[in-house]
């Protein structure tokens, strides 16, 4: 259809289907958006507000979010300066949605809610922009809690629309209104919520400092509300306070409250409090901030919590990088080997898995973590062995080989027989990094033994040998390595075990694709025979691999 003959017969039609069924008109609701490119474009989105009007009215909930979402759509495709009649046409239907005519019913209102933003956007003159903004404010403090609800949420988007000299006044003060006690909870969260994008707003606006005075107060009575869940909903992102506030105001207000959610009562406010930790550190300084924090962070050690000492171990890690190797002995060390040794193995994966910010940032701190993350291998839960393992090669990075092999290089080998498979292949999988942190020659001395004596264990043990030379295979190796690897590789083809010969007819293949130098031919020579003898095996998925391998070896 041409768009003419959308505009002309289409749409009409489409009213038609109004009051069909529920399936049918939320498809519509849905489908409405995408309307634009078959009517003509933005000059004639005018005529799509009949139906979305209508739908905003409809009683079912998630047709009236469609059709928001859709209006949505359309209204960011309209630039109010080309296409000024649908830009009016959107304006004028808001003003319906809110007006008398609407009735009692708050459908239409909510609805209004969800797509005000947009239609604040299109409204260039300061008659209409005014106009909107007035029945922003009125739907902010209309009486049924619903509509304040969807007004507050829309309230970011709102506010960052419109001019510095309201953000600063008009929608203050409307934001104090949805933030009073006296307001229903949901709608305080959602206003206490919009806090951290507010601040943001007005930063980049350039008028914040002049409110600083009534804004502060508004983040420090949310900390002490006596609703937890509004104390969740600032204690979010709080970190961003520390960059709106001026360093002053963040030193005698914002921190302190900052410290006092680190000993709510709830066990959500107190974890998502540790998130926000880092960013005051510079803004108050390291030393006031650990003779704050430290106290408490000994308490929340031994939360009954698990979430909150999790969180607890993140922050201390994260803290300890950022203040120095001084401060961190003085005060953090003590909290850090306490997180090592938690009873819940969730506490020490969140240090473990930052071992190598502790080797490259606090060497001296993880020198004393040392023995802790000794005894971790042989820690009663796998993950826990799996994730030291796979710690390792930061640490040959950052401390260096000699110091690992001093302290690891033992129980790390060790994994080489973990009882747990997950384990085995972490161990496996890691010899590249190594080769890489340290050096391939290094890994030949002091690890590649290990492996080569694997062909002689049991065939759980024979297939991680596999593994582990499949991935030194990706590794830059010495010729000398290389020829190793392949004669372990030669050696195993004659397994008693189908799956060790499979898995050797799948890495063959890689050599030959791999290997590379001088000595490339003569290996692949010797690859070839082995190939075809497996390509003979009596196990159908050995010679299917054999079969594929030997295609590689040209």
């Not at 017969?9 to 489908?31: C, E, H, N, S």
């Not at 473990?352 to 040392?370: D, I, N, Y």
């Amino acid at each position: 259809m041409t768009p003419e003959k959308v505009r002309s017969d289409m749409l009409p039609y489409l009213q038609t289907k109004l009051m069909d069924m529920d399936q049918v008109i939320l498809a519509l609701g849905r489908k409405i958006g995408d309307i634009l490119s078959f009517i003509g474009g933005p000059e004639y989105a005018h005529l799509v507000v009949p139906i979305i009007e209508a739908l905003c009215c409809i009683e079912e909930t998630v047709v009236r979010s469609a059709a928001s979402a859709s209006a949505c759509r359309i209204l960011a495709q309209i630039d109010p300066n080309a296409h000024s009649t649908s830009a009016q046409a959107f304006i004028s239907m808001l003003k319906r949605l809110c007006g008398e005519e609407a009735g009692e019913v708050f459908y239409p209102r909510v609805s209004a809610c969800q797509m005000i933003d947009e239609i604040y956007r299109v409204a260039v003159n300061s008659g209409d922009r005014a106009a909107v903004q007035d029945i922003y404010f009125g739907l902010c403090r209309d009486d049924m809690a619903i509509v304040r609800r969807a007004a507050a949420l829309a309230f970011p988007k709102v506010v960052k629309l419109a001019e510095p000299s309201a953000q600063s006044a008009e929608f203050l003060e409307l934001l104090k209104s949805l933030s009073s006690p006296d307001e229903h909870q949901t709608v305080r969260i959602l206003a206490v919520q919009s806090y951290v994008s507010y601040c943001k707003t007005l930063t980049e606006s350039n008028v914040m400092a002049p409110v600083v005075g009534e804004v502060g107060p508004l983040v420090k009575a949310a900390v002490d509300d006596n609703s937890w869940k509004v104390r969740l909903a600032i204690v979010n992102e709080y970190g961003v306070f520390a960059s709106c506030f001026p360093a002053e105001y963040v030193t005698a207000e914002i921190f302190p409250s900052f410290v006092h959610l680190l000993q709510d009562s709830e066990a959500d406010v107190r974890s998502l409090a540790c998130e926000s930790a880092l960013a005051f550190i510079e803004i108050v300084g390291a030393d006031a901030f650990l003779t704050e924090v430290v106290p408490t962070a000994v308490q929340l050690s031994q939360d009954a919590t698990p979430a909150v000492r999790k969180a607890l171990a993140d922050m201390c890690v994260d803290v300890a990088a950022k203040v120095g190797p001084e401060a961190v002995a003085q005060h953090m060390s003590d909290i850090v080997v306490k997180c090592l040794e938690d009873e819940d193995p969730s506490v020490k994966l969140r240090v473990l898995l930052k071992v190598g910010v502790l080797a490259s940032e606090v060497p001296t701190l993880f020198q004393r973590l040392t023995p802790c993350i000794k005894n971790l291998y042989s820690d009663e839960n796998w993950r826990v062995r799996r994730q030291i393992t796979l710690a390792m090669p930061s640490v040959i990075k950052h401390m260096g080989t000699e110091f690992f092999d001093d302290n690891f290089r033992a129980p790390f080998l060790d994994t080489f027989k973990d009882g747990v498979a997950e384990v085995r292949l972490a161990t496996a999988t890691t010899l590249p990094q190594m080769c890489e942190a340290g050096t391939a020659a290094w890994v030949f001395e002091k690890i590649f033994p290990t492996v080569n004596s694997m062909a002689e264990e049991e065939y759980l043990f024979r297939l991680t040998m596999l593994t582990a030379l499949r991935s030194l295979l990706a590794a830059d190796l010495s010729e000398r390595f290389q020829g190793q690897i392949v004669g372990l590789l030669l050696g195993a083809a004659s397994d008693v075990v189908a799956n060790v010969r499979l898995a050797v007819a799948i890495i063959l293949g890689e050599a030959c694709k791999r290997i590379t130098g001088e000595t490339s031919a003569a290996v692949i020579a010797q690859i070839k025979p082995v190939l075809s003898e497996l390509e003979n095996d009596k196990d159908k998925d050995v010679k299917y691999f054999a079969q594929e391998s030997l295609k590689h070896c040209v």
